[in-house]
C-alpha cells in the first residue's frame, strides 16, 4: 500500500498533516492548562511565605515584651542582677517547638487553614533569639512543610521596672 | 477507501462530505479548547491579579502599622462606636500626634490627629488602607498573660518559648493624655490585630511602649572594721546588709519569764487597780537585719527581780495574765526595768544608725 501523505503538484495538507497538527494544538492546549493551577498555586505559596513571616516576627514581638524588664523578684541584689542581665536567660528557654496557624482565604484547592510548625531556640554566650518557621511550600499539601523561613534578634539588655528597688552592696566606708 | 486514495478531487474542485466534517469537527474541537482555555486563562489570571493585589494591600497595612509601632510611645486598643481601634501615639518636639486604625464597615482606614478623635466619624478624612476586610479585632495582652498566650488562629498554646518565671506587668507613663484626660500609659504588654482578608488573616503582634527604666537602688554596707554594729552585733561582721528591725518575744516560757503575782485593790476613788508584787522577770529581743546577708539577732535580758526590792506597784504594762506574758509598752522602758539598759540602748542605737546610715559616714 502505498501512502501518499502529502500533496504534490496539487497542493494542500493531507488527512495525516491536519491531524497531526490538531494533536500539537490539543496537546498545547492541555499542557497550558495543566500548568495555569500551578502558577496559582506560586503565588499562594508567596501568601503563605509573607503569613510565616509575620507568625516568626509575632514571635520576636511576644519575645520582646516578656524580656523588657527584668521582674523584680528575679534578683534582689545589684550584683548578681547585673550578671543576670547580660543575657536573658532569665527570660527564655534554650529551645521549644509550638504550631501555630494561617487562615487562608479563596485558596484554590479550598485549604483555610495550615498548620505551621514554630521552634524557638536561645543562645545565652551570644544572647540571640532565634525563630523558625516551617510551612508547606504548597498551601495545597499542606502536611508537607518543606519551606521554612528563619528570623532571629538580638535583645537589649533587661531594664528595671520604674518604681522598683534593688539592693546594691557597697563596702563598709572604712575599706573603701 | 484507503490512504492511497486522493482526498480530494483536484479536478472536479470542492471537498468531499468527509473532509468537510472532518474539518468541522476539528474546527470545534480546537474552537471548544480556546474558548475553554481562554475562560481557564482568565479565571486564574484574574484570581492571581486578586490574590496579588489583596496581598500587596495586606502587606502594605501590615507593614505600615509596624511602622506606627516602632515610631510610638504607646499603643492603645480602644472601643469605638465602629469596633475596635488601634491608636499609635508619637510623640515629638513638635507635640503629640494620634495614628488611628479602625474598621469602617469592612474598610481599614488610618487618620492622624493631634489627639483622641472618633475613626467612626465618616466626615473625618481618612487614608483607606484596605478595603473588604471581613474581620478586625484589636486586643491589649498584658505581659504578665504572655506565659499563657494561645495562637489566635488555632487556638493552640504558643508560649513555649518563655521561662516559667512570670512576667511583671510594667505600666510607662507616656505623658500623654487622652481626650477625657486620662494618662495613657505604655509598657511591656503587646497589642494584638487580628485583621482577616483576602487572602489571609494577618495576626500581627505589638510591643505597646517605650522602654523606660527608673528603679532605686537601695545601699547595703558591708560592715567592716568600724562599723557601729560591731560591738553590738559581731556577728554582722562582713555581712552586706540593708535596715535592721527590732522585735521582741515576750512569750511566757520558763527561759524568759516568770509569771507575774498580782491581785487587785481597791483605790481610795474606789477604782480597781492591779498591782504587782516582785517576781523574776525577763525577756528575749531580737534584731532582724535585712539585705543580701540577712540574719536575725537574737538576745535575752538577764533575769531581774522586778519591781526591785519586793514592793508593790500598780502594773505599768499591759498584762495578759491570761497568758502568764508581758507585753512591753517600749523597749527602752523594759530594759530600764530589768537594768539592761546600756547593753540594750548601744544595740538599739546601732540598729537606728544602720537605718539612717549616718553611722558610716564618718
Redesign the interface.
Known amino acids: 500500500m502505498q501512502i501518499d501523505s502529502y500533496s504534490d503538484a496539487e497542493g494542500g495538507f493531507t488527512m495525516l498533516e491536519v491531524i497531526v497538527c490538531v494533536g500539537l494544538v490539543v496537546s498545547a492546549t492541555v499542557i497550558a492548562l495543566g500548568a495555569l493551577p500551578v502558577l496559582i498555586r506560586q503565588s499562594t505559596r508567596g501568601i503563605v511565605r509573607t503569613a510565616a513571616v509575620e507568625v516568626a516576627r509575632n514571635v520576636l514581638v511576644r519575645a520582646e515584651a516578656a524580656g523588657t524588664y527584668l521582674p523584680p523578684d528575679a534578683d534582689a541584689t545589684a550584683t548578681t542582677r547585673v550578671q543576670t542581665t547580660n543575657n536573658h536567660t532569665w527570660a527564655f528557654v534554650p529551645a521549644a517547638a509550638f504550631s501555630s496557624a494561617v487562615s487562608l482565604a479563596r485558596v484554590w484547592c479550598g485549604q483555610t487553614q495550615i498548620t505551621v510548625n514554630v521552634t524557638t531556640t536561645y543562645d545565652a554566650s551570644t544572647d540571640l533569639f532565634r525563630v523558625n518557621v516551617a510551612y508547606p511550600s504548597d498551601p495545597c499539601d499542606a502536611t508537607a512543610l518543606s519551606a521554612q523561613v528563619t528570623l532571629a534578634q538580638r535583645y537589649a539588655p533587661a531594664l528595671d521596672p520604674p518604681g522598683s528597688s534593688y539592693v546594691v552592696p557597697i563596702a563598709d566606708p572604712q575599706r573603701q | 477507501m484507503?490512504?492511497?486514495e486522493?482526498?480530494?478531487s483536484?479536478t472536479e474542485g470542492g471537498f468531499t462530505l468527509l473532509e468537510v466534517l472532518?474539518?468541522g469537527m476539528?474546527f470545534v474541537?480546537?474552537a471548544a479548547?480556546?474558548l475553554?482555555?481562554l475562560r481557564?486563562?482568565d479565571t486564574?489570571v484574574g484570581?492571581?491579579a486578586?490574590?496579588?493585589a489583596a496581598?500587596n494591600a495586606l502587606?502594605a497595612t501590615?507593614t505600615q502599622m509596624?511602622e506606627d509601632a516602632r515610631e510610638a510611645v504607646a499603643i492603645e486598643a480602644r472601643s469605638t462606636s465602629c469596633g475596635a481601634a488601634l491608636e499609635f501615639i508619637e510623640r515629638d518636639a513638635a507635640g503629640i500626634e494620634v495614628r488611628t486604625y479602625a474598621d469602617r464597615a469592612g474598610t481599614i482606614v488610618r487618620l492622624v490627629s493631634s489627639g483622641t478623635i472618633d475613626p467612626c466619624a465618616q466626615t473625618i478624612p481618612a487614608r483607606i488602607l484596605l478595603s473588604g476586610a471581613?474581620g478586625w479585632r484589636v486586643a491589649a495582652i498584658p505581659?504578665s498573660s504572655?506565659?499563657a498566650?494561645s495562637?489566635p488562629?488555632?487556638g493552640?498554646?504558643?508560649?513555649?518559648?518563655?521561662?516559667t518565671?512570670?512576667?511583671?506587668d510594667?505600666a510607662?507613663?507616656t505623658l500623654v493624655r487622652d481626650a477625657n484626660g486620662v494618662t495613657i500609659r505604655g509598657g511591656?504588654?503587646?497589642v494584638e490585630v487580628q485583621l482577616?482578608?483576602?487572602?489571609?488573616?494577618?495576626?500581627?503582634?505589638?510591643?505597646?511602649g517605650q522602654?523606660?527604666?527608673?528603679?532605686?537602688?537601695?545601699?547595703?554596707?558591708?560592715?567592716?572594721?568600724?562599723?557601729a554594729l560591731n560591738a553590738s552585733f559581731p556577728e554582722a561582721r562582713g555581712r552586706?546588709l540593708?535596715g535592721c528591725t527590732p522585735s521582741t518575744l515576750f512569750a511566757n516560757t520558763p527561759q524568759y519569764v516568770v509569771p507575774a503575782s498580782f491581785r487587785s485593790v481597791s483605790g481610795a476613788n474606789g477604782v480597781t487597780q492591779t498591782v504587782v508584787t516582785s517576781y523574776l522577770v525577763s525577756g528575749a529581743y531580737a534584731f532582724a537585719f535585712g539585705?543580701?546577708d540577712a540574719f536575725v539577732a537574737q538576745r535575752s535580758w538577764p533575769v531581774r527581780v522586778w519591781p526591785p526590792n519586793g514592793a508593790t506597784i500598780a502594773d505599768p504594762y499591759p498584762v495578759v495574765y491570761g497568758e502568764d506574758a508581758l507585753a512591753a509598752l517600749s523597749f527602752a522602758r523594759i530594759a530600764a526595768d530589768v537594768g539592761a539598759t546600756t547593753t540594750f540602748g548601744a544595740q538599739l542605737a546601732a540598729c537606728a544608725a544602720m537605718n539612717q546610715e549616718s553611722v558610716?559616714?564618718?
Open positions: 484507503g490512504w492511497s486522493r482526498q480530494y483536484a472532518v474539518a476539528l474541537l480546537v479548547l480556546a475553554d482555555t481557564i486563562s486564574a484570581f492571581s486578586m490574590h496579588a496581598r502587606s501590615v509596624r471581613s505581659a504572655l506565659p498566650h495562637d488562629i488555632s493552640v498554646p504558643d508560649d513555649g518559648f518563655l521561662a518565671r512570670p512576667i511583671a510594667v510607662v507613663d511591656n504588654g503587646i482577616a482578608a483576602d487572602p489571609v488573616t494577618a495576626v500581627v503582634d505589638l510591643l505597646r522602654r523606660a527604666s527608673g528603679a532605686t537602688e537601695v545601699l547595703a554596707y558591708a560592715c567592716g572594721g568600724r562599723c552586706a540593708v539585705g543580701p558610716y559616714a564618718n
